[in-house]
T-cell receptor, first 114, second 110 residues
Framework: QKEVEQNSGPLSVPEGAIASLNCTYSDRGSQSFFWYRQYSGKSPELIMFIYSNGDKEDGRFTAQLNKASQYVSLLIRDSQPSDSATYLCAVNVGSSGSARQLTFGSGTQLTVLP | DVKVTQSSRYLVKRTGEKVFLECVQDMDHENMFWYRQDPGLGLRLIYFSYDVKMKEKGDIPEGYSVSREKKERFSLILESASTNQTSMYLC?????????FGPGTRLTVL
């Protein structure tokens, strides 16, 4: 069964702190991993993707992947109130043509307190 | 900027009605997707298409069908709407793993 698990939260951190969001997946064959951010009442938008074990940094965001342990995480450094949103983890579970089928976790709601 | 548009933001239909949700993208993407989003369940894939006239079932295709006659347009059809199809419906298009989402259609079936 293909599953992606996230802590639903809510997760609250003070402004300037590091927010750590975690995701585990069940399909060992998964090859690519994505983090989407969804503001309340808005659509998801892609913020990070990672394919290889280790860390990938983009500004204040760092994605971490450990395929042996089947987890992927997102760290947000120097958290800002504007980072308050729901963060969705997505895992590629199959392909048809060039389309990659993603399975999404249920999301973690993050609140950054001023 | 990639733009994905959906035909309606809010829609109210009655049980048994046939419902069409349309999605148009302007970036010449090969791949298009239909999801529904429900509280606590996250985003679930209904159908996707990787080329004109090509479609693949996602995780929850029951009660839905799709049509893709042109590359830029992907339609979701509810043949006979039921109350358990009340949900937020999101269309996406993309290349590779990156998907761009439309604004969503909030469908209520009474």
């Amino acid at each position: 069964q293909k599953e992606v698990e996230q802590n639903s939260g809510p997760l609250s951190v003070p402004e300037g702190a590091i927010a750590s969001l975690n995701c585990t997946y069940s399909d060992r064959g998964s090859q690519s991993f994505f983090w989407y951010r969804q503001y309340s009442g808005k659509s998801p938008e892609l913020i990070m993707f990672i394919y290889s074990n280790g860390d990938k940094e983009d500004g204040r965001f760092t994605a971490q992947l450990n395929k042996a342990s089947q987890y992927v995480s997102l760290l947000i450094r120097d958290s800002q109130p504007s980072d308050s949103a729901t963060y969705l983890c997505a895992v590629n579970v199959g392909s048809s043509g060039s389309a990659r089928q993603l399975t999404f976790g249920s999301g973690t709601q993050l609140t950054v307190l001023p | 900027d990639v733009k994905v548009t959906q035909s309606s933001r809010y829609l109210v239909k009655r049980t048994g009605e046939k419902v069409f949700l349309e999605c148009v993208q302007d970036m010449d993407h090969e791949n298009m997707f239909w999801y529904r989003q429900d509280p606590g369940l996250g985003l679930r894939l209904i159908y996707f298409s990787y080329d004109v006239k090509m479609k693949e079932k996602g995780d929850i295709p029951e009660g839905y069908s799709v049509s893709r006659e042109k590359k830029e347009r992907f339609s979701l059809i509810l043949e006979s709407a039921s109350t358990n199809q009340t949900s937020m419906y999101l269309c996406a298009s993309g290349q590779g793993g990156e998907q761009f989402f439309g604004p969503g259609t909030r469908l209520t079936v009474l």
